[in-house]
């Protein structure tokens, strides 16, 4: 069971709670259909000013070898060089600039979207779905957004030529995001690991 949160105590340091998070795609295949798939491993860091919007910020590591569309042979293209060439480039990051209010629960996030070593700025619209704090005490808040990109505009374009005319693969990409952000909760001093030197006595000789 979640609790409503006021806005303003919701400021702080976040993190992406991945168990309730999706981060994905959508493009259209064949002039026909539209295939959806998934990053199943991402990591982020991210600040939320309730107050005063202008000053959050976020930064998003997504590991692109974790991209999962539900077909093994078609995710094995993508993680090629034709597409999103994982061996070379292991992730795709997103490092925001600027936070715009927009009225009411929606935002835009604007930020450079690094693919395939190719730096494009890019503008996120998001709404904010709800804020709350679970059973265990932590806060959190929802977020959904989504953005258009050009697979060309990062080197992506490869392609083959339909008999019927048209492309198999739509240049045009809808990147999803549907994220629950949990407060980064802080972590325990280390305890200092023991030694046989931390356990002699003062004077003491092996």
Same mark, same amino acid.
């Given at each position: 069971?979640?609790?409503?949160?006021?806005a303003?105590?919701?400021? =702080? &340091?976040?993190? !992406?709670? @991945?168990?309730?998070?999706?981060?994905?795609?959508?493009?259209?295949?064949?002039?026909? #259909? +539209?295939?959806?798939?998934?990053?199943?491993?991402?990591?982020?860091?991210?600040?939320?000013?309730?107050?005063?919007?202008?000053?959050s910020?976020?930064?998003?590591?997504?590991?692109?070898?974790?991209?999962?569309?539900?077909?093994?042979?078609?995710?094995?293209?993508?993680?090629?060089?034709?597409?999103?060439?994982?061996?070379?480039?292991?992730?795709?990051?997103?490092?925001?600039?600027?936070?715009?209010?927009?009225?009411?629960d929606?935002?835009?996030?604007? =930020? &450079?979207?690094? !693919?395939? @070593?190719?730096?494009?700025?890019?503008?996120?619209e998001?709404?904010?779905?709800?804020? #709350? +704090?679970?059973h265990?005490?932590?806060?959190?808040?929802?977020?959904?957004?989504s953005?258009?990109?050009?697979?060309?505009?990062?080197?992506?374009?490869?392609?083959?030529?339909?008999?019927?005319?048209?492309?198999?693969?739509?240049?045009?990409?809808?990147?999803?995001?549907?994220?629950?952000?949990?407060?980064?909760?802080?972590?325990?001093?280390?305890?200092?690991?023991r030694?046989?030197?931390?356990?002699?006595?003062?004077?003491?000789?092996?």
């Amino acid at each position: 069971m979640t609790s409503t949160t006021t806005a303003p105590a919701m400021t =702080g &340091e976040y993190e !992406i709670d @991945a168990a309730n998070s999706r981060i994905g795609f959508a493009a259209c295949y064949a002039m026909v #259909s +539209t295939v959806r798939g998934r990053f199943d491993r991402f990591d982020a860091t991210i600040h939320v000013d309730a107050t005063e919007p202008e000053r959050s910020s976020a930064q998003v590591c997504l590991f692109a070898a974790s991209i999962d569309t539900g077909q093994l042979q078609r995710d094995e293209h993508l993680r090629s060089p034709d597409f999103l060439d994982v061996d070379t480039y292991p992730e795709i990051r997103f490092d925001s600039t600027a936070v715009r209010p927009l009225g009411g629960d929606r935002y835009e996030l604007a =930020g &450079e979207l690094t !693919i395939c @070593a190719i730096t494009q700025p890019v503008a996120i619209e998001f709404t904010v779905t709800g804020t #709350s +704090t679970d059973h265990r005490g932590i806060d959190l808040i929802g977020f959904a957004g989504s953005v258009l990109i050009s697979r060309a505009a990062f080197g992506m374009r490869w392609n083959a030529i339909l008999e019927t005319g048209g492309v198999l693969v739509a240049d045009e990409v809808c990147l999803e995001f549907d994220l629950a952000l949990m407060r980064r909760q802080a972590r325990p001093a280390s305890t200092p690991r023991r030694t046989w030197l931390s356990v002699l006595r003062p004077g003491h000789r092996r």
